[in-house]
């Protein structure tokens, strides 16, 4: 979930007020060509804190970026953008109070907007259930529900006090297209959530290695067990949240605004801000902990490891290519040597598809993009949990240092896996024989 805005949204002047009495033809045209020059500076100013805002926020400073922000918005008070990069740096700053009236008051300015209202209202809803205020940030949940992406949607919902209405909305998302590791992840957090936890359990374990379900599960436990209104969207977040009074009087979108506008740099005190608590390792067993567990949240940031995400099917048609003869030369073929792996139980998971037909593409995307994959032969289960039906696409038979350093090798060009143990995979349904049996879940 990405909500800052580097561009405006909507570009307004900055209205600077003023009586002329007595004054001439000419004098009245250099009162307003010098009001003119003013409203430029100032919103040149605004552009150029709101982009140190930007620049604070990508660093994760929030005191720097709360500073800028709140001067670009001051400058420039009805311009959505900066109050949608004021809003995040509140949020980056732990403060939720501040943050709920930020999102509000850009919903505001842009109700029309729809991948800014998404935005927008699904973080105002985090603010909402951080201060406690469970009904007001379903309803804007239920406000927004066609502005906000259903993977989202749904773990917000849960988090808000009604995990079966968030498990009900995820459940039917994990059976369409829109399903990915992400939203299954979030589907097994909500089950958590509901209390559900073999459905939690056996949800994750689609995306997961099965030797890791258990420590995710134990976090999760931790999760569920808030100490604060505040403590589980901070640990979605990865924010400390601290007390906070509300965002300035001053920047309130309906304030007034002064018949004279100072153009110099706004001074604002800079409040000091704890550092954000680093993620804890995850645990075998529950234990009370003081300060909030990094759980995972969808588009905001990554589940702990890096997981697959199912592949679109590729176009089937083929295309037609008029290629003209031409005489060339015979290459000489250059072998490259053969890749040794060591035996063992260790696999290396690629993804979660919807069957063994939409694997077998993968795999072909797959294996064209990684030479270390040439020599290797695919493999697979299908499993089937409450969120459907999928083909696991692995290879394996390795010593577990092997299988490690495959993956390494996968990651480092960009693309997701996992290792896990054995689980039944067999050879890919694509290639095993028609009277063999392949192993299912």
């Not at 973080?123 to 009904?135: H, I, K, Q, Y």
């Not at 059976?175 to 909500?190: F, H, I, P, V, Y």
Request: proline share 5%; hydrophobic share 50%; aromatic share 6%.
């Amino acid at each position: 979930m990405k909500t800052r805005m580097t561009v405006s949204l909507g570009l307004s002047a900055l209205i600077v007020g003023g009586t002329m009495v007595g004054c001439t033809a000419g004098g009245g045209q250099g009162i307003a060509s010098a009001s003119d020059r003013s409203v430029a500076v100032a919103d040149q100013q605004a552009a150029v804190n709101a982009a140190k805002a930007d620049k604070a926020l990508g660093k994760h400073d929030a005191a720097d970026a709360v500073r800028y922000a709140e001067a670009a918005v001051q400058l420039s008070p009805r311009d959505a953008g900066y109050r949608m990069i004021l809003a995040q740096s509140y949020l980056q700053a732990g403060r939720f109070v501040s943050a709920r009236q930020a999102y509000s008051d850009v919903l505001e300015l842009v109700p029309d907007d729809h991948a800014v209202v998404g935005k927008a209202a699904l973080n105002l809803a985090l603010a909402e259930t951080a201060a406690g205020d469970w009904a007001t940030a379903r309803k804007t949940l239920d406000d927004h529900a066609t502005d906000i992406p259903v993977g989202d949607l749904g773990l917000a919902l849960a988090l808000a006090g009604n995990p079966a209405g968030g498990v009900a909305i995820l459940t039917q998302a994990a059976r369409s297209d829109q399903s990915d590791a992400k939203l299954r992840q979030n589907l097994a957090l909500s089950f958590a959530l509901a209390g559900n936890w073999n459905a939690a359990r056996v949800t994750a374990a689609v995306d997961m290695s099965p030797a890791d379900v258990d420590a995710r599960l134990a976090q999760w436990a931790t999760f569920a067990q808030p100490q604060r209104a505040s403590d589980q969207v901070a640990s979605l977040l990865r924010v400390t949240p601290v007390a906070d009074q509300g965002q300035p009087m001053a920047l309130a979108l309906n304030a007034s605004v002064p018949m004279g506008v100072a153009v110099a740099p706004v001074a604002v005190a800079e409040v000091s801000q704890p550092e954000p608590a680093a993620a804890p390792e995850m645990v075998a067993a529950v234990a009370p902990v003081s300060a909030p567990t990094s759980v995972v949240f969808g588009p905001s940031h990554e589940v702990v490891q890096a997981l697959p995400v199912r592949l679109i099917r590729a176009d089937a048609r083929a295309t037609k290519v008029a290629v003209a003869a031409v005489k060339v030369a015979t290459p000489v073929a250059v072998v490259a040597p053969k890749t040794e792996w060591a035996k063992g139980e260790w696999f290396v998971q690629f993804g979660a598809y919807d069957n063994a037909a939409v694997a077998h593409d993968g795999w072909g995307r797959i294996q064209r993009r990684y030479a270390a994959l040439g020599d290797l032969n695919p493999t697979g289960m299908n499993f089937t949990s409450k969120a459907g039906s999928f083909y696991r696409l692995s290879v394996g038979g390795f010593a577990r240092a092997d299988a490690d350093r495959l993956c390494r090798m996968v990651r480092a060009k960009g693309g997701n896996c996992f290792v896990r143990k054995d689980a039944g995979d067999r050879i890919a349904q694509w290639l095993a024989p028609k009277n063999t049996q392949v192993a299912s879940r």
